[in-house]
């Protein structure tokens, strides 16, 4: 279960109450129980800080080792897009923030594959982050380039292949620990049924909002209302008719059903979001998200356009209504 990025745990013992809750939530089993919490594996800590998050007194720290954060800094980069396909991807985006009224960037995700260089022009965060949580900055106009250890939630980092997965949450049981599963046999199901790239078969996480592409895009997210969902529902349809089998769970919500199965699928994807990505960034109680992949990007444009010419008039100015009378 080792890696290559470390994190030094410090436990304040005069706070501590030795409930033992950091060692019951760890997923990645870094504590033991001896007369109080003991970091006997502090080379497992995925950083994720679930541990700290339960500690009903703050006395847990952790703190990522400063040269993992260096050598990510020295990798190198190379520009991985050119001005014409930018320039596509703003077209994209500027047409679907025009018609459908988006709020929000369109966000475009790059899974960085194992060994391929880092785009050029994209921070790295100096503060950990969950994946979901950088899909919130980007679709505020912010680029955001993360390796494994700048992501916080071991469940998005195992999903996308960034790191193998850890222990409980393999067995599905952090999930019973959070009351979000009634049964064991449930929550190795939703385990199982999930979707997850190979272990450390990407590097890196890069999100950008579309109008300002860093790379060349795997996945575009877009966030908005039910209707707004339904226009891209119906443009996706608009030249074949396909009725869409959505896959949605309340669980894994930007890396599975956002990211991960619209890119292997090929087909789009909507969510309604889950517990860890609502409870950790500010995605309204009203918004969903959609993922789309690339190949279908133009046909969805091209859908949106002309259902902008009459239908989406209509279905605004709510002409079905009957007529008022005085």
């Not at 800080?49 to 500690?55: A, I």
């Not at 990211?259 to 500010?282: E, V, W």
Request: proline content about 7%; some cysteine.
């Amino acid at each position: 279960m080792a890696h290559d990025v470390s994190y030094s745990i410090s436990i304040n013992r005069d706070a501590c109450t030795k409930c033992g809750l950091c060692v019951k939530f760890c997923p990645t089993e870094v504590y033991e129980f001896e007369d109080g919490p003991q970091v006997m594996h502090p080379e497992w800590c995925w950083g994720c800080e679930t541990c700290s998050g339960n500690c009903p007194v703050d006395a847990i720290a952790i703190e990522v080792n400063p040269d993992a954060l260096a050598s990510e800094d020295d990798r190198p980069r190379a520009k991985l897009i050119d001005s014409e396909t930018a320039a596509l991807y703003k077209e994209w985006s500027d047409t679907l923030r025009e018609v459908l009224q988006l709020r929000w960037h369109p966000v475009g995700v790059r899974l960085i594959r194992a060994g391929e260089p880092y785009p050029e022009g994209v921070q790295i965060p100096k503060e950990r982050m969950r994946y979901c949580q950088s899909m919130m900055a980007a679709r505020r106009g912010v680029s955001l380039l993360m390796p494994a250890n700048r992501h916080s939630c071991p469940d998005g980092t195992s999903i996308l292949g960034l790191t193998e997965v850890p222990p409980k949450l393999a067995s599905g049981e952090i999930y019973i620990l959070f009351h979000k599963l009634d049964t064991q046999e449930a929550a190795s199901r939703m385990v199982n049924e999930r979707p997850m790239l190979e272990p450390y078969s990407m590097d890196a996480t890069c999100v950008f909002p579309l109008d300002d592409a860093k790379a060349t895009v795997d996945v575009v997210s877009v966030m908005g209302n039910p209707e707004q969902m339904m226009w891209l529902s119906m443009a996706t349809s608009y030249y074949t008719g396909h009725r869409h089998d959505f896959h949605a769970s309340g669980y894994n919500s930007h890396c599975v059903e956002v990211t991960l199965l619209p890119m292997r699928d090929k087909q789009i994807n909507i969510s309604f979001g889950c517990y860890g990505g609502r409870a950790s960034s500010d995605v309204g109680d009203d918004m969903m998200m959609m993922g789309i992949p690339v190949e279908l990007m133009p046909d969805v444009v091209r859908g949106v356009h002309e259902l902008s010419k009459r239908v989406i008039p209509q279905e605004r100015d709510k002409i079905y209504l009957p007529p008022l009378r005085g």
